[in-house]
């Protein structure tokens, strides 16, 4: 193949010469079978050196083979060796593993309840207000409760030390300084009372142990509870009453996530706030008419002490009309006083038709809010089903809360209505009987 290549290679050579020849005549043909011979001589070198290069790397590529057989036969052996100690280990644990159970022998047993204490335990100090003057207790329960052999002294001597702080601190009340977190999450240093296992106490009211540490609540309960916590701070002898959590905080905590009167009131939403209006509205109104008619009822009965002189009021209207009509027969006089009564009758009897009809309407207004409400319940139960109570409590509360606000207003509206409403007939009452007293009067004088 070299041959055929080097004679191809020859040929073009010589070709090219010829064109260089004629091309340029001042190089003999002498002169180019010279170059030929020694480029020749050139590649034959450069071949030589190639097929050198070649044998070589040919070489190093079977060192390399060679080297990588013998390393995977070590490796095998390796192997081997590590699966036979890795057999002897697991026979040698097992051995160990025996010896130490026959040497344990009941302390394993004691061990376990000790463990189970420790875990059980750990538990309850986290979570007691006692840690909040203690702190530390807990991570030392839980290293004890995670021992994977036996405990020495010194964890057992933590274990008692732990239970009889709580036992012995559960029955004491002290005063001690501690970080307290505010609403806000700023801290500050306060001094904190606490009493026995059950509660924390400062100035502001009660506080709550959590696990970053003394907390405010982020609301306290009703000012009648939270009023006996300064005289209690006060007070340095002698007994005074204190409410406490026996739950050790879980009321408390409880207690902040229940709604407030206001909160339920918002619950009720825009049928809520409808219900308010028509209840404001007919209370205005039946404030109006309790202080008109109030004010009509004295003229009235100012008016019956002093009938010969009329003023103006429903009862003198009408007695201005007998002074007018004196001298007319009594069918005449009874038509006219009854006209007068009818003229102040609306007067009388303005606005109590309208607190009757809010009275009826604030609990349908009360039913539409429940309908609502179960409407919204529905549909949260139809997104997201029935697995998670909080997402249809939101229904439900806007249904019970407009069905309690519409009764709390028609309740008031029917008790003024009646008052209202009694007043005006007891006005009209004393107008009918004036008027008709007027009429027997002047029927007897005629019939004299």
């Known amino acids: 193949m070299n041959k055929l290549f080097k004679g191809l290679a020859i040929a073009s050579l010589a070709m090219s010469a010829s064109f260089v020849q004629a091309a340029a005549p001042s190089v003999t043909l002498d002169q180019l079978l010279e170059k030929i011979k020694k480029e020749r001589i050139s590649e034959a070198r450069i071949d030589k050196k190639r097929e050198a290069e070649f044998r070589s790397a040919r070489a190093d590529k079977s060192a390399l083979l060679r080297k990588a057989k013998a390393e995977r036969t070590a490796e095998k052996a390796r192997g081997a060796r590590l699966l036979k100690q890795h057999a002897d280990n697991e026979r040698r644990m097992a051995e160990l593993a025996a010896d130490l159970a026959a040497a344990q022998g009941d302390l394993k047993e004691a061990f376990g309840v000790v463990r189970g204490v420790a875990g059980d335990a750990t538990g309850i100090v986290a979570a007691s207000v006692i840690s909040a003057q203690f702190p530390g207790r807990a991570e030392e329960l839980a290293a004890i409760g995670a021992l994977k052999g036996l405990p020495r002294l010194k964890e057992l001597e933590n274990l008692w030390f732990a239970l009889q702080t709580e036992m012995t601190e559960s029955a004491k009340i002290s005063t001690f300084t501690v970080p307290v977190s505010d609403v806000e999450g700023n801290t500050a240093d306060r001094k ?18 959590r696990e970053d540490g003394v907390a405010e609540l982020a609301r306290q309960p009703e000012g009648y509870i939270v009023g006996t916590v300064a005289p209690y701070l006060e007070e340095t002898s002698g007994y005074t009453s204190l409410y406490l959590d026996p739950g050790r905080g879980g009321l408390l905590n409880l207690l902040t996530g229940q709604a407030t009167l206001e909160e339920k009131y918002h619950q009720g939403e825009t049928v809520g706030y409808i219900i308010t209006a028509v209840l404001i509205l007919g209370l205005l109104i039946a404030l109006e008419r309790v202080v008109t008619l109030t004010l009509l009822g004295g003229k009235v009965k100012a008016q019956l002490k002093n009938p010969n002189t009329p003023t103006n009021n429903p009862l003198g209207n009408i007695l201005k009309v007998y002074h007018n009509s004196k001298d007319t027969d009594v069918e005449t006089l009874e038509l006219k006083l009854d006209e007068a009564i009818l003229k102040e009758i609306p007067r009388l009897e303005r606005g109590i038709s309208i607190i009757k009809v809010l009275a009826a309407i604030a609990p349908m207004l009360g039913l539409l809010g429940t309908v609502t409400g179960m409407i ?73």
């Open 192 to 209: 904190v009372t606490r009493v026995g296992a059950f509660n924390l106490l400062d100035t502001d009211g009660y506080l709550v142990f």
């Open 376 to 448: 919204g319940t529905f549909q949260a139960i139809t997104l997201f089903g029935t697995g998670d109570p909080k997402m249809m409590a939101g229904g439900i509360s806007t249904a019970l809360v407009t069905t309690v606000l519409g009764l709390v207003a028609a309740l008031p509206l029917m008790l003024v209505h009646a008052v209202v409403s009694g007043r005006s007939k007891a006005l009209l009452h004393i107008l009918e009987e004036q008027s008709v007293g007027i009429i027997a009067e002047h029927a007897e004088k005629e019939s004299k």
